[in-house]
């Protein structure tokens, strides 16, 4: 987050600490739950309400924005910093400073079984946030600010009334407007396919082919200052994958007329679905390891010729258990966790954290990307699907797909996130 949104961020958090809670809805010992961009905040002390004013643990507020907090004990202060801003705070102290400068607080913090609770007003007005108050449910929503990221959209199975270009440049094609690529940096161009022989296809069994004009879509593309990456989509159900991957002849074919395709494009995005579905043992392990090999190999050319690598994976909680997060994680260069497919819209939040937090055990967050699935969301859902990728810190999101967005979603887009371009 650069400072200048920080220091914005601040203020607006500073705001949802000014905003009085009424007596008549807000009763002294009241419980209260906090949410942050959807998800909600696990306190070890429960916010409350003390003369008349929401009163929230620090730390919980500021950790979950990803913010730095120091205590120091000897004086009863607390420092939160970030983005270049520095707030202080002392407990029974009505006096708070931001970036130097003195704030009057409605109520000084306090402490609660040895955790500073502050007035949930400043906070808002410190960091910028989005602060709403629930009188019926007792409960605050907070929305944290926009934060720079990558946002990759997919740009496939388009028609009539489907279309990626239509929803990229709000415009049908050829024309072009700005339409919504404010809010996307990257498109992944799904139009590719392998047999089993390592042949590259531009039209497949499964729908996914290279459209009449699509020179046009990268010229427009670049125009409008997005990057473009080649998406080879493969999948496992006819055994595709099953006889291409163990043969070295298949493979190596494959990467050649990979890279020779890939001349065109800033990357390439492995999108190989279906790996290890019900697989265990050395069978699980031989796919694995011939998927890994695939990968090494296509990521030692693509780094030559200085293209970068994309793999779009399962979950490591889905039934698909034939991806090594680990190992593909240091070969490629980002991989785009499709966190879906659960069986329930929206896509269940404790199922995507999951997912996400078992990827970060094996793969750096600065290369993980969270896949999201368009039409399993609604605006609320996807604010917080975002939400997940902003906690986590992740490198950005992924949207499947292009052509599936509607407004009120392009608008929760651009409160929340900053293309990282």
Not at 256 to 282: H, P, Q, S, W
Not at 291 to 307: D, E, I, P, S, T
Not at 325 to 348: N, T, V
Request: proline letters at 6%; glycine letters at 8%.
């Amino acid at each position: 987050m650069n400072t200048k949104k920080f220091c914005a961020c601040a203020l607006l958090l500073m705001v949802l600490f000014l905003v009085p809670v009424a007596a008549a809805s807000a009763q002294e010992g009241r419980p209260i739950g906090v949410f942050l961009d959807g998800l909600p905040v696990q306190f070890d002390v429960p916010p409350l309400i003390h003369q008349g004013r929401t009163m929230v643990p620090f730390r919980a507020i500021a950790e979950a924005l990803n913010l730095t907090v120091n205590w120091d004990e000897q004086t009863r202060t607390v420092t939160t910093t970030g983005g270049g801003t520095v707030v202080r705070l002392q407990v029974n102290n009505p006096t708070a400073y931001l970036n130097q400068q003195p704030v009057w607080l409605d109520a000084p913090p306090l402490i609660e079984q040895g955790r500073v609770l502050i007035p949930l007003r400043f906070f808002s007005e410190a960091f910028n946030c989005r602060v709403e108050w629930d009188g019926t449910g007792g409960a605050v929503s907070i929305t944290s600010p926009p934060v720079d990221m990558t946002v990759i959209g997919f740009y496939a199975l388009g028609d009539s009334k489907t279309s990626s270009w239509t929803d990229l440049f709000g415009v049908p094609y050829p024309e072009t407007r700005t339409g919504n690529t404010d809010v996307v940096d990257e498109i992944a161009a799904g139009w590719y396919s392998l047999d089993r022989d390592g042949n590259l296809l531009t039209k497949s069994r499964t729908g996914w082919q290279r459209p009449d004009g699509w020179e046009k879509v990268l010229q427009a593309a670049r125009e409008y200052g997005l990057a473009a990456e080649m998406v080879i989509h493969v999948t496992d159900g006819d055994g595709t994958l099953a006889s291409l991957l163990p043969s070295e002849q298949a493979v190596t074919e494959a990467v050649t007329n990979i890279m020779k395709e890939a001349v065109l494009y800033r990357g390439i995005n492995l999108d190989f679905e279906g790996l290890g579905y019900r697989e265990e043992g050395e069978e699980l392990l031989q796919t694995r390891q011939a998927f890994n090999h695939f990968v090494r190999l296509l990521a030692a050319q693509a780094r030559q010729a200085g293209l970068r690598l994309t793999l779009t994976l399962h979950p490591p909680n889905s039934a698909y258990q034939g991806y090594d997060y680990q190992a593909l994680g240091e070969a490629a260069d980002r991989i785009i966790i499709m966190a879906y497919d659960y069986g329930s819209k929206p896509e269940p939040d404790s199922l995507v954290i999951q997912a996400v937090e078992q990827a970060l055990s094996q793969v750096p967050k600065e290369k993980l990307i969270l896949g999201i699935s368009i039409p399993s969301e609604n605006p609320d859902s996807l604010l917080t699907k975002v939400g997940i990728a902003k906690r986590y810190r992740l490198r950005g999101i992924a949207l499947w797909r292009l052509g599936l967005l509607n407004g009120e979603m392009w608008d929760t887009l651009r409160s929340t996130v900053a293309v990282s371009r």
